[in-house]
C-alpha cells in the first residue's frame, strides 16, 4: 500500500470519529507504526509500506478512533523531553504540567529534598531528579498500579540512581505513616476538577484516564484544602510548596496558601496565558 493511501484511510477514519486534530495524529501514527514522516510523505508519496505495518498502523486507528489516547495505544508519552511508559492506571502527562516541573527546577538546588504528593506516572519527581543534582526525593500515590508505572520509569529513565527516588503507597500524606521529616519542597498536581464537570471532560479523558486523578470534589479544591492543612508542618524554614491548578483556582488556591500561613504566594500562568500553579513559602523563621 502506498504511504499517501494509508495516510488518506488513516485520516478519514479519525475524522469520521471527530478526533481533535486528527492531522496530527494521523501523522503520528504514520511516524511511530511505518516510519513514515511528514517530510518522507512530501518528497514520495507513492512509497510502499510494508504490509504488515500498514495493517497495523490501520488497527491502531480504529482503536484511536473509540477515543482511547494515543499515548496509551502507543504505550509512551513524552514529558520533558523523556518518554515516560503510561497505561490506563496513569494521567497521560501533559504540557501543562511541564510549567510546574520547570518552575520547581529553577528553585531545586544540589542536595535539596523533596516530597511529590499524587505521583501517577512519576512523570514530575523523575524528571526533577533527571535534570537536577545531589537531589533525592519521596514520591507518594494511593493508587499501587500507578507506583508501579512510576516506578517502571524510574528505573529506565534514572538508571542506577533510580534508588534517589522513594515511592510510598497511601492517602496524601498518610503515606509517609510516622514519618515528621520536613522538606525542602512539596510538590503536586492533585485531582482538580470539579466533581459535576467530569462528565463533560474528552472521552479520552472521562472514559480512559483513572478517575480518581481526576476528581477534585464538590468545587475541585478538596485535595487543596488536605494538602494545605499539612503543608507548613512538613517544609523546613523557607521552603515551597508548588501546586498545579486549574485555569480559575488561583485566587481559590492562593487563599487557602495565606489561611495556611504561608508568605510570598505567586501564580504561575502556563503558555497559553492561563494560572497555571501557585507557590508559596513557609516563613523562614518558623523552623
Known amino acids: 500500500m502506498k504511504?499517501?493511501?494509508?495516510?488518506?484511510?488513516?485520516?478519514?477514519?479519525?475524522?469520521?470519529?471527530?478526533?481533535?486534530?486528527?492531522?496530527?495524529?494521523?501523522?503520528?501514527?504514520?511516524?511511530?507504526?511505518?516510519?513514515?514522516?511528514?517530510?518522507?510523505?512530501?518528497?514520495?508519496p507513492d512509497k510502499e509500506v510494508a504490509e504488515e505495518a500498514a495493517q497495523k498502523a490501520l488497527a491502531l486507528t480504529e482503536q484511536r478512533a473509540q477515543r482511547i489516547p494515543l499515548q496509551q495505544l502507543f504505550g509512551t508519552a513524552c514529558f520533558m523531553?523523556?518518554?515516560?511508559?503510561?497505561?490506563?492506571?496513569?494521567?497521560c502527562p501533559r504540557p501543562d504540567t511541564e510549567i510546574l516541573t520547570e518552575e520547581v527546577l529553577r528553585e531545586l538546588t544540589d542536595g535539596s529534598r523533596f516530597l511529590e504528593l499524587c505521583t501517577g506516572s512519576g512523570c514530575i519527581a523523575v524528571s526533577l531528579l533527571r535534570y537536577s543534582n545531589d537531589c533525592t526525593g519521596i514520591a507518594t500515590d494511593l493508587s499501587e498500579k500507578a507506583l508501579e508505572i512510576a516506578r517502571k520509569n524510574a528505573d529506565a529513565i534514572l538508571g542506577e540512581t533510580s534508588d534517589a527516588l522513594t515511592f510510598l503507597q497511601g492517602d496524601l500524606w498518610e503515606a509517609l505513616g510516622d514519618s515528621e521529616e520536613r522538606f525542602d519542597f512539596v510538590i503536586s498536581n492533585p485531582p482538580y476538577i470539579p466533581a459535576g464537570d467530569i462528565p463533560s471532560l474528552m472521552p479520552e479523558v472521562r472514559l480512559h484516564e483513572p478517575v480518581m486523578a481526576l476528581d477534585g470534589g464538590a468545587d475541585g479544591l478538596d485535595f487543596y484544602r488536605r494538602i494545605l492543612?499539612?503543608?507548613?508542618?512538613?517544609?523546613?524554614?523557607?521552603?515551597?510548596?508548588?501546586?498545579?491548578?486549574?485555569?480559575?483556582?488561583?485566587?481559590?488556591?492562593?487563599?487557602?496558601?495565606?489561611?495556611?500561613?504561608?508568605?510570598?504566594?505567586?501564580?504561575?500562568?502556563?503558555?497559553?496565558?492561563?494560572?497555571?500553579?501557585?507557590?508559596?513559602?513557609?516563613?523562614?523563621?518558623?523552623?
Do not use: H
Open 3 to 44: 504511504a499517501s493511501d494509508v495516510k488518506e484511510k488513516i485520516l478519514s477514519a479519525l475524522s469520521a470519529a471527530e478526533i481533535p486534530d486528527a492531522q496530527t495524529d494521523t501523522a503520528l501514527i504514520l511516524r511511530e507504526i511505518c516510519g513514515i514522516s511528514r517530510a518522507d510523505l512530501l518528497a514520495d
Open 81 to 91: 523531553g523523556l518518554d515516560f511508559t503510561v497505561t490506563e492506571d496513569v494521567l
Open 229 to 287: 492543612e499539612e503543608a507548613p508542618r512538613r517544609l523546613k524554614g523557607g521552603g515551597q510548596i508548588f501546586l498545579e491548578i486549574g485555569y480559575d483556582q488561583g485566587a481559590a488556591v492562593s487563599r487557602l496558601c495565606e489561611e495556611a500561613g504561608l508568605i510570598e504566594i505567586s501564580v504561575i500562568r502556563d503558555y497559553g496565558g492561563n494560572d497555571r500553579v501557585v507557590r508559596a513559602m513557609r516563613p523562614v523563621l518558623n523552623g
